[in-house]
């Protein structure tokens, strides 16, 4: 390691070695600045990190190790800090293979080149996937809350969680109760609607209020979540 310790670390950071950061693979031929299992890190001190990124990591581990490498990384965050992760989203994939144009045997194993990983080599191999409920359980157990969320070329979930008792950023909360009450990252419209109300002394539970009484919220109680871009449509006789 470094002699002086970084306030960034890249989790499970494989060719993407960034400067600035403390890079940490289990690859030696990533040449990582530290070789370690990114599951289970005494070496590194608690509370030292400002800021992790774990891309592209979280779909590789084993079901039953997820808890505790959460766990982990939210040992090594400051209090404030923020984890950046992606991983895949079972629902939009779900959605893609349930698409006309993703129907034909060459789009569908696409869509299984992404659901499981591209398996050229051990550890290459995505074992879990994830959706919004899942990944706010899994963070929140570990004291980290999303606080901003989008998706990425359709099929992965790109999200930010603090390190934190509760959000306080107007913004920040908006993203939580999104991701949180309706599965998705919050739209443009909403996340600035909304976080100006809360300037304006809207309190969260008054958001969330209205996002559990929203017509996506009822179409969702009864209905996949990717026919919610067509609700209010009917099928001509």
Known sequence: MPDLL???????????????????????????????????????????????????????????????????????????????????????????????????????????????????????????????????KLLGDAGLLVCEARVRDGWLFELRARKAAALTVPEEVVGQCYFEELHRPADAAGLAGFAAAMRDGMTEAALRNALRGSDEAEFLRHNPSFLVPYRGQTIGA
């Open 6 to 136: 970084p306030r960034r670390a890249n989790l499970g950071c494989g060719w993407d070695i960034r400067p600035g950061f403390l890079n940490i693979d289990l690859h030696g031929f990533h040449k990582p600045d530290l070789v370690g299992d990114i599951t289970d890190l005494p070496q590194l001190p608690s509370g030292h990190f400002e800021a992790l990124v774990a891309q592209d990591v979280l779909e590789h581990l084993e079901r039953g190790k997820v808890p505790g490498a959460i766990a982990e990384w939210s040992r090594l965050l400051a209090p404030g800090g923020v984890i950046e992760l992606r991983m895949p989203s079972l629902l939009h994939l779900m959605a893609m293979l349930a698409s006309p144009e993703w129907r034909t045997p060459e789009k569908a194993a696409e869509v299984t080149h992404l659901m499981f990983g591209s398996q050229a080599y051990n550890g290459d191999y995505h074992l879990s996937g994830y959706t919004p409920a899942l990944l706010v």
